[in-house]
């Protein structure tokens, strides 16, 4: 059975940080791609950031690059997201997600497996 969960969320002031973890299990973990996608109250889904197989490529969204940073340790079946200077606009629910794919797709449509969430408030 395939799962994501994901961990870290929670209240945070502007400026602050936060990490954010997702444990992957029931798939081939180093064939996947991963990503860290969000979705605002009242706006679509976006992508944050992906990371190849090896984790030697990534991806970020224009409104997070340069403050965040995407991991994964492979042995561990572990994704992370690293959020540093968070915005008030950050704020999000932010979902961990898969994709068998070899490149990195940003599309949040071709992606394989979701967790369910973890939350992401950040005050001003």
């Known amino acids: 059975q395939v799962q994501l969960v994901e961990s870290g969320g929670g209240l945070v002031q502007a400026g602050g940080s936060l990490r954010l973890s997702c444990a992957a299990s029931?798939?081939?973990?180093?064939?996947?791609?991963m990503g860290w996608f969000r979705q605002a109250p009242g706006k679509e889904r976006e992508i944050v950031a992906a990371?190849?197989?090896?984790?030697?490529?990534?991806v970020y969204g224009d409104s997070v690059k340069g403050r965040f940073t995407i991991s994964r340790d492979n042995a561990q079946g572990m994704v992370y997201l690293q959020m540093n200077s968070l915005k008030p606009e950050d704020t999000a629910v932010y979902y961990c997600?898969?994709?068998?794919?070899?490149?990195?797709?940003?599309?949040?449509?071709?992606?394989?497996?979701w967790g369910q969430g973890t939350q992401v408030i950040v005050s001003s």
């Open positions: 997600a898969a994709d068998s794919r070899f490149a990195i797709i940003t599309l949040e449509s071709e992606y394989d497996y």
């Open positions: 029931g798939f081939t973990f180093d064939r996947y791609v």
């Open positions: 990371i190849s197989w090896s984790g030697g490529s990534t």
